[in-house]
């Protein structure tokens, strides 16, 4: 079964951090690319970043100017997103996703992700 949970996120204060987790399937951690993508109000799915599985090459989001941390645990098919220096701005739900084939399609692009969690909220406050 495809599935994909998130947790970790939840309410802080400008400055503060969270590290969100997501547990995926056997099935879908094998995939070549995870990923964690936001959506705040009103706006359109962005990416956050990518990670290879098999090489653990990383890919951020422009906006992310080495605030936040992807990484994985394959012990635990658990993926991860450190966020260091949260800005009000960041207030979004945040999901993880699966997909692609090969380390060019890990950057967290829309169209390169084809499983995707329920989602977990984070909120910062100024």
């Known amino acids: 079964q495809v599935q994909l949970v998130e947790s970790g996120g939840g309410s802080v204060q400008a400055g503060g951090s969270l590290r969100l987790s997501c547990v995926a399937s056997?099935?879908?951690?094998?995939?070549?690319?995870m990923g964690w993508f936001r959506q705040a109000p009103g706006k359109e799915r962005e990416g956050v970043a990518g990670?290879?599985?098999?090489?653990?090459?990383?890919y951020y989001g422009e906006f992310v100017k080495d605030r936040f941390i992807i990484s994985q645990d394959n012990a635990k098919n658990t993926l991860y997103l450190q966020m260091n220096s949260l800005k009000p701005e960041d207030t979004a739900m945040y999901y993880c996703a699966a997909g692609g084939w090969g380390p060019y399609d890990c950057y967290p692009r829309l169209a390169n992700y084809n499983y995707w969690g329920q989602g977990t909220q984070v909120t910062v406050s100024s």
């Open positions: 990670i290879y599985t098999s090489a653990r090459m990383t």
């Open positions: 056997e099935y879908i951690y094998s995939r070549a690319c």
